[in-house]
């Protein structure tokens, strides 16, 4: 959610209220000013109008610039990240130069999709509130298809379906063909190219749809599904179109095999390609001698990782697998320096400068904790200079052997015409630096800067080459002459010169350009992609011998004579004699930015007021039915309240448990703000009234979240405080079974002040490594101790209490329970995913993930004076002369299914066979069911 603590405002236009943290207003005109003739196209276009106005919250909470919908008390909202984008990733928003508008678009596609309901939904909605959207639950690869769709038809010329990397993703779908059945389309399981995968091509199936049936069709099949219960669209789809979804997706993949496999881009025949993937290759470097290149492979299928190319004896072997480092750069003949990134948590990222000896076969990282997007070494590598992400802003640093990270340039230092900088060279003398930068008119220049005048803390240009195309990735070639490219209709290096200012251009290549180098006698390495895949480039003969058979170029002025001419671009072209033709041809006019956007009020934006939060205390809606917080399934009435800010969230529940048969009340209020979370709870069940509150005070970083909580708990007649520590530093990677690494412990202290005093902790510790690439270890312990054999801690299959921290710790393969003064168990458990499956119904959104296969071996033992169902659990000495008859140990394995319901909920049903290793148990089967919702 959005920082709590932060004052928000708002203003309004005719269909939207802006709502924006305090110093954005201008960025919240610039949305009205987006937002109202997007509006107008899909109300144009739908015949939809809403009675309300739209929410549209900009979030300043992270530093990565994306759009959600979300469904709030009112119907569905935006939210909108305005803020800097950083890293030319394949599929990234640094791609498009209008980013901002585009995703509006997206987003507004949403709900005119999502919104709207008829019939017998549009009744329930009315009687149970804003939970019936039944064309939510179309699936995802719908969902994203439609709004892509729409956003590349309202964007000219921009969108996700007319960026030029579709391509590439077609004839990687063209060329497997069958190996993309339905089922796995329409689900959220992610294929190659992961989570792109529906927004490319769920957005080609609905143009296909358009192309086919008309773009009427397709709103009125959105407008059928609004008016059909959750999970028929299939009904709907057939309605409409007189087909069903099977039979259009095989036409389709035909279509999309037969058409694309007529298309590609014929490779220059300078050009050498020594290595060609469906995937990704991207980040190439070449050795400074030119024997060897590095690059990052992303395959659709097949091991992953960091490569290199022998270009003497043409072969390439794996480097380090499952690393997908960016900015490759060879530091010597073996040493290469790159940008590797882990995520925390599934949700934070690092990204930090890494070296690998090729020789020793060590990787050793630089820094630590950072957020670096491109780097460049001096001739010594005595140092580096990067660029630094800071939250809503990129900076320049240098980074000394040891690690040591030292600021440069500061965000609020650069050229005001800047947004961002994405890359960075150092000359081979060291005395200048080139960076690729992005300006206010959306383009990307390349400045030449002074390195001493850097150091100082001071960005004064010595050149700005620019173009009416983009430029980016420089590199030297020599101290006067920048390798660099430029992208256009099509893609190609270009050579410039600093003090001439000529611009000698190669032939195009491909589609898209992720890296260029050279090396020391003047080898040059490219990493394209094409249509028909992606790749190493290698030019076959010496630069220079080329360079004197190059026949085209492109001039453009320098930083001055650009300036004079009202920022007036020229083409120039060179013939064979020399004779240079100069034609005007484009006149540069400036982009809307998000800091420039006075006509804003043109579109009717009011005066701008203080955001209430005040909405949650009505209830956004209510349902038959509860499950959760003490109650296992309620059958009554459920209902909840919450805000668009996250601040505030109210549930009440007043049901009949059918587990156990009793009558049971809840009521949870939970307030957030940026330093703590107030969480209260009231359960109670006949004759068992139990009471909670708590205060947390969380730390969340990249790395870990820690939180430190106190609170008050009252419990069939017992009551007393409690103190609590929860840590996590767990880290999950992709589509792993567990966490990759990473340690979570959790320690709890009760202290009752009642007539009984006695005091209660719990303690676990639990610690996750992936090994031997395919098997997850996981161990660690649990542990009770009650000073009260009255109140005693418990080992059991039951937990006798709705909120004391009392619960028993369950143990596998005995069917009683026992309590005493302590309670320890210790587990040990060893898994690895024995299928991959990923396929499912297409009718039927439930879904087989894969299945896991795991061993286990714990042992608990209780101690204390007295137990409970006639078992005497002695003192720690009788433990330690007789453990066998004290510890309850079992042995057993366990089959886990991973699924995903209703497109994107997980599942995880798991079958355990225990094996007791002590006569008092039983050798019995559990199973045991567990989602997120």
């Not at 497997?176 to 294929?191: C, E, H, I, N």
């Not at 898209?512 to 790749?535: H, K, M, Q, W």
Request: net charge neutral; with cysteine; aromatic share 16%.
């Amino acid at each position: 959610s959005s920082f709590p603590d932060l004052k928000y405002f708002y203003i309004e236009s005719e269909h939207f209220r802006i709502i924006y943290p305090q110093g954005r207003k201008r960025i919240a005109e610039k949305t009205a000013a987006y937002a109202e003739p997007i509006y107008n196209y899909f109300s144009t276009l739908t015949g939809i109008e809403f009675s309300r106005k739209i929410d549209i919250i900009l979030d300043v909470s992270s530093d990565r610039a994306n759009g959600f919908v979300r469904l709030g008390p009112d119907g569905y909202y935006i939210k909108i990240r305005p803020v800097i984008i950083h890293g030319m990733d394949v599929y990234a928003l640094d791609w498009y130069t209008d980013w901002y508008r585009m995703l509006l678009v997206h987003e507004i596609a949403h709900v005119f999709h999502l919104e709207p309901a008829s019939g017998l939904p549009l009744l329930l909605r009315k009687i149970f509130g804003h939970i019936i959207y039944p064309n939510s639950s179309t699936p995802p690869f719908y969902i994203e298809g439609f709004a892509t769709f729409m956003e590349s038809s309202y964007m000219v010329g921009e969108g996700r379906l007319n960026a030029p990397i579709t391509s590439l993703y077609m004839w990687s779908l063209a060329e497997r063909g069958s190996k993309f059945p339905l089922d796995r389309a329409l689900s959220d399981l992610y294929m190659w190219p992961g989570w792109v995968s529906k927004y490319i091509y769920g957005g080609e199936f609905v143009r296909w749809l358009v192309d086919e049936y008309g773009m009427e069709k397709l709103f009125n099949f959105n407008e059928k599904t609004a008016s059909l219960p959750f999970l028929c669209w299939p009904l709907g789809y057939k309605n409409v179109f007189s087909s069903s979804i099977k039979n259009d997706w095989r036409r389709w993949l035909d279509v999309t095999t037969t058409e694309v496999g007529k298309t590609g881009f014929n490779i220059p025949g300078e050009y050498k390609m020594v290595s060609r993937s469906l995937g990704f290759v991207y980040g190439a470097s070449i050795s400074p001698l030119g024997r060897m290149v590095a690059y990052s492979l992303d395959p659709v299928e097949g091991a992953g990782g960091l490569y290199l190319y022998d270009l003497e004896r043409m072969k390439r072997r794996l480097i380090k697998s499952g690393i997908y480092p960016s900015n490759i750069r060879f530091l010597d003949e073996n040493t290469v320096g790159y940008i590797r990134t882990e995520r925390y948590r599934n949700v934070y990222e690092y990204s930090d400068i890494y070296v690998y000896d090729l020789i020793k076969g060590k990787e050793k990282r630089i820094t630590n904790g950072k957020r670096i997007i491109a780097f460049s070494n001096d001739k010594e590598n005595n140092y580096f200079l990067a660029i630094q992400v800071n939250e809503l802003a990129t900076g320049i640093v240098e980074v000394l052997p040891g690690g040591e990270v030292r600021e440069l340039v500061g965000a609020n230092e650069l050229p005001p015409e800047i947004i961002q900088i994405d890359e960075v060279s150092i000359s081979p003398d060291g005395h200048k630096v080139a960076f690729s930068l992005k300006v206010r008119n959306g383009r990307r220049n390349v400045w030449i800067v002074n390195f001493d005048e850097l150091r100082k803390g001071r960005f004064e240009p010595l050149k700005i080459i620019r173009n009416e195309c983009d430029l980016y990735r420089p590199v030297w070639l020599n101290n006067v002459k920048l390798l660099m490219v430029k992208a256009e209709a099509g893609y190609g290096p270009v050579l410039y010169n600093i003090e001439s200012g000529e611009m000698l251009g190669l032939s195009e290549l491909g589609e898209g350009i992720f890296e260029i180098g050279v090396s020391l006698n003047d080898r040059i390495v490219v990493c394209a992609f094409t249509a028909d895949g992606s790749g190493v480039f290698i030019l076959k003969e010496n630069f220079k011998n080329y360079l004197e058979r190059v026949k085209h170029s492109y001039v453009v002025k320098s930083e001055d004579e650009n300036r004079k001419g009202g920022d007036v671009i020229y083409r120039t072209e060179v013939d064979t004699e020399g004779d240079v033709k100069v034609e005007k041809v484009q006149q540069v006019r400036d982009l809307l930015t998000l800091e420039s956007c006075d006509f804003a009020y043109d579109f009717g934006v009011g005066e701008e007021k203080k955001f209430l939060n005040t909405g949650w205390l009505l209830p956004a809606f209510w349902l038959p039915f509860y499950a959760g917080n003490g109650v296992a399934l309620g059958i009554g009435a459920f209902m909840t309240g919450y805000d668009v800010l996250g601040r505030n969230l109210y549930q009440a529940a007043f049901v009949y448990d059918i587990f156990d048969q009793t009558e049971k009340v809840v009521l949870n209020y939970i307030h957030k703000r940026s330093t703590f979370l107030l969480d209260t709870l009231f359960t109670a069940k006949s004759g068992y009234p139990a009471f909670s509150g708590s205060l947390f005070f969380a730390e969340n970083k990249s790395r870990y979240s820690a939180d430190i909580h106190t609170g008050f708990i009252y419990e069939n007649g017992l009551y007393g405080f409690l103190v609590g520590f929860n840590y996590n530093s767990e880290m999950w990677e992709g589509d792993w079974i567990g966490p990759e690494r990473g340690i979570r412990t959790r320690l709890i202290y009760y202290q009752n002040i009642s007539n009984d005093i006695f005091g209660f902790s719990r303690w676990s510790f639990d610690v996750s490594q992936r090994m031997i690439k395919k098997i997850w270890f996981n161990t660690g312990f649990e542990s009770a101790i009650s000073s009260s054999l009255e109140y005693p801690a418990f080992a059991g299959p039951y937990a006798p209490y709705l909120l004391l921290p009392l619960n028993g710790i369950r143990w596998y393969g005995y069917d009683y329970s026992v309590g005493g003064n302590m309670v320890f168990k210790y587990y040990i458990r060893a898994m690895t995913k024995l299928f991959s499956i990923n396929r499912g119904f297409v009718y039927l959104p439930i879904y087989l993930n894969r299945i896991t296969g795991g061993l286990y071996l714990e042992a608990t033992t209780v101690m204390g004076q007295n137990g409970v169902d006639g078992y005497v659990w002695s003192r720690i000495d009788d433990l330690v002369s007789d453990p066998h008859n004290y510890i309850k140990s079992s042995v057993g394995f366990s089959l886990r299914f991973d699924l995903t319901a209703g497109y994107t909920v997980p599942l995880f049903f798991e079958i355990l066979y225990a094996i007791p290793l002590h006569p008092s148990g039983i050798k019995a089967l559990y199973f045991n069911i567990s989602g997120f919702f």
